[in-house]
């Protein structure tokens, strides 16, 4: 039922800067935190950045002061700004949404982007 659509990855240069989006399909239920997490073959999937309703936002230590993470509920998006890329960078980027219904024991339910690839050539 309810689906995240990514884009924006790609290949850059270090230096070099890219932007994703995350857009979640329409819905009734009220949308919670958004946030975005990287996975690299043979690595956990770590938290990159997230954000609450309110802006209030938190990021890795390995991109604070190079990453900005921000939010639109009216398109029911989140983005990704990020800027002086680091080989390190690398890896896939996956949206991640907690949608709440405000109903019954558990009205909270988290949803997964489908991936996008990012590579940050040295």
């Known amino acids: 039922q309810v689906q995240l659509v990514e884009s924006g990855g790609g290949l850059v240069q270090a230096g070099g800067s890219l932007r994703l989006s995350c857009q979640v399909s329409r819905t009734i239920f009220s949308i919670d935190l958004m946030g975005w997490y990287r996975q690299t073959p043979g690595q956990e999937r770590e938290l990159v950045a997230d954000i609450t309703p309110g802006g209030g936002s938190n990021y890795a230590d390995s991109v604070k002061d190079r990453f900005t993470i921000s939010r639109d509920d009216a398109e029911r998006s989140v983005y990704l700004h990020m800027d002086r890329m680091q080989p390190e960078d690398s890896g896939v980027y996956y949206c991640?949404?907690?949608?709440?219904?405000?109903?019954?024991?558990?009205?909270?339910?988290?949803?997964w982007g489908q991936g996008t690839q990012v590579t940050v050539s040295s």
């Open positions: 991640r949404v907690v949608l709440d219904a405000g109903l019954g024991p558990h009205p909270k339910r988290t949803y």
